[in-house]
């Protein structure tokens, strides 16, 4: 409930505070006087949208602080999925900025707008004459016939449900999308992939590649230098084998002469050994090479086919185009088993719409078990009303399609006077017998699930005399359960609250504020008359409040 209000520098308002209990709120005041002013700054701690020109003065901040007493809101767990400290007294702060800026908290913890919506939303119901509108809306009818059927838990399960055929439905939507692009691409991309894999592509491939070339390509120059070479090594008498041979022993005639000419010996003999060996290297070459044209055009052929896939694939080298080739089959593989996937598809959402129809089925029986309740019982309070000839005609048939709330079109119709044909409240109702419906509709579900405050704004416009009192007297038993407020001008409704607050406006200089106070019980009496009789108070009318009082 709400249990304290505070405003400062909002539009009239200089500074207000104040504080209320459980039961029935009264708020009166003469047209003008600032009760909507009040309602507005109240909606900025709700979540509305607040723009510059509320502020009084526009060199200081607005505050707007209310403080709740949450403890039977069960709104534990929305505080934790929104991260915020939970206090069974939570309070709720807006600031509008002279910038124009807005900041908003809960528990001194900054928040969105969207967020404070959202627990706003859960803590005031703000009816208006524009809210009655929503009487004509489907989602909000079938919302009382919902809250008399205790569906709130078929409902969940047929959200739950209702989302898993539609991820499914989606899925199926967009592989078949897919297929008909994919179909288009797949003979390019099996080209691709066939090309690829005729590369016999595997790493290492194009530097060995690119090395047998440069010997196939020079095998003339190869072998002039492995000639030359083969000459400097075994020339009969300038050749370094047979001067080696020479000096080898030379070495071994000096060894007998000391280690360190024995040791010269052994060098020089590596040396030949080695020397040797080269020889016997340069002469297997000159034995193995030889011009192939044939294989320099095949190595040629293999190499220009690895440019060009390069080119084609702008792939840097052999390692990109191995990678390139993966991704092509994987996206042939998908191709080929698309038909296969999209009838998985049809199949899983043929059980989930099977299981959808079952849940919105059980929706549909128990929403009808209660129509006829919910006729008696707006039909019995409206009667209360002054409509005693007021008929509801409502039924409820099978839709073409799965909505958010079930699988239900609901007609809802209504008739004021026998003899008249029914029609959409919208058009054949009054202002007045809109309010009235509304009315009664809040307390039928007051009746059957826990409401936040309620704030009734002039709902009784348009009406008076005992029905006014009647209406009062549904107001006063909603708040025997639950906080509810009542902005009115009939002192028949004034008369039932449980405490009596007046919004009034002061000139001080040259400045005008509104401002609210509580009334005593003397007040309450004055301030009944002046709504009976006008601000000339007469006897009868101070006779006529207090007996509305008793």
């Avoid at 190499?303 to 702008?314: T, V």
Wanted: hydrophobic share 40%; glycine share 6%; net charge negative.
């Amino acid at each position: 409930m709400l249990s304290n209000l505070s405003i400062k520098n909002y539009a009239l308002i200089d500074e207000l505070n104040v504080s209320f209990a459980e039961g029935f709120t009264i708020i009166t005041g003469e047209t003008g006087a600032g009760k909507s002013i009040l309602l507005g700054g109240l909606s900025l701690v709700l979540g509305k949208r607040a723009d510059l020109s509320a502020l009084r003065d526009k060199d200081q901040k607005c505050i707007i602080e209310a403080e709740f007493e949450i403890k039977k809101y069960k709104l534990k767990s929305f505080f934790k999925q929104n991260d915020l400290d939970y206090d069974d007294l939570t309070i709720v702060r807006r600031e509008i900025l002279p910038s124009g800026k807005s900041r908003a908290f809960i528990n001194d913890t900054p928040i969105t707008l969207d967020i404070l919506s959202q627990l706003g939303n859960q803590l005031i119901d703000v009816h208006s004459q524009h809210q009655t509108l929503q009487l004509a809306d489907n989602d909000f009818q079938l919302k009382v016939i919902d809250a008399l059927a205790d569906n709130k838990n078929t409902l969940q399960d047929y959200s739950v449900n209702l989302g898993a055929y539609k991820k499914t439905a989606k899925e199926l939507e967009q592989l078949i999308e897919f297929q008909q692009n994919a179909d288009k691409e797949y003979d390019y991309n099996s080209f691709l992939l066939k090309e690829l894999e005729e590369a016999s592509l595997h790493l290492g491939m194009q530097e060995k590649l690119e090395a047998q070339y440069e010997q196939l390509n020079n095998v003339e120059s190869i072998m002039e230098q492995l000639s030359k070479g083969d000459q400097l090594l075994n020339d009969e008498q300038v050749g370094i084998m047979n001067l080696l041979s020479e000096l080898k022993q030379t070495a071994g005639k000096l060894s007998a002469f000391g280690s360190q000419y024995a040791q010269l010996s052994e060098r020089i003999q590596s040396v030949f050994i080695e020397m040797d060996d080269i020889a016997g290297e340069i002469r297997s070459f000159q034995e193995q090479i030889e011009a192939n044209p044939r294989v320099l055009e095949e190595v040629s052929g293999k190499l220009q086919l690895l440019f060009n896939l390069q080119k084609k694939h702008a792939a840097a080298d052999v390692e990109s185009l191995l990678r390139i080739k993966e991704e092509l089959r994987e996206k042939v593989g998908v191709t080929e088993n698309l038909e296969s996937n999209i009838e998985k598809l049809r199949e899983e959402l043929v059980k989930n719409e099977m299981v959808l129809q079952e849940v919105s089925n059980t929706l549909s029986e128990r929403r009808n078990l209660v129509l006829s309740n919910l006729k008696q019982q707006l039909e019995g309070s409206l009667e209360l009303l002054g409509m005693p000839s007021a008929s509801f005609q409502i039924e409820i048939h099978r839709a073409s399609s799965y909505k958010p709330n079930g699988n239900d079109d609901l007609i809802f119709l209504f008739s004021a006077n026998k003899g008249s044909g029914f029609g959409a409240l919208k058009k054949v109702a009054s202002g007045g017998e809109l309010s009235r419906i509304m009315l009664t509709i809040k307390s039928i579900l007051a009746k059957y699930e826990h409401l936040p405050t309620m704030m009734f704004d002039e709902i009784d416009t348009g009406v008076s005399g005992e029905i006014s009192n009647k209406m009062g007297d549904i107001m006063a038993a909603m708040s025997k359960n639950m906080q509810v407020f009542s902005i009115t001008h009939l002192p028949q409704v004034a008369s039932k609250g449980n405490q009596h607050f007046k919004v009034y406006k002061t000139e001080e200089g040259n400045t005008t504020q509104t401002k609210m106070k509580k009334l005593s019980a003397d007040e309450r009496v004055v301030e009944l008359a002046e709504m009976l009789g006008g601000s000339d108070l007469s006897d009868s009318a101070i006779a006529h409040a207090r007996q509305l009082l008793n």
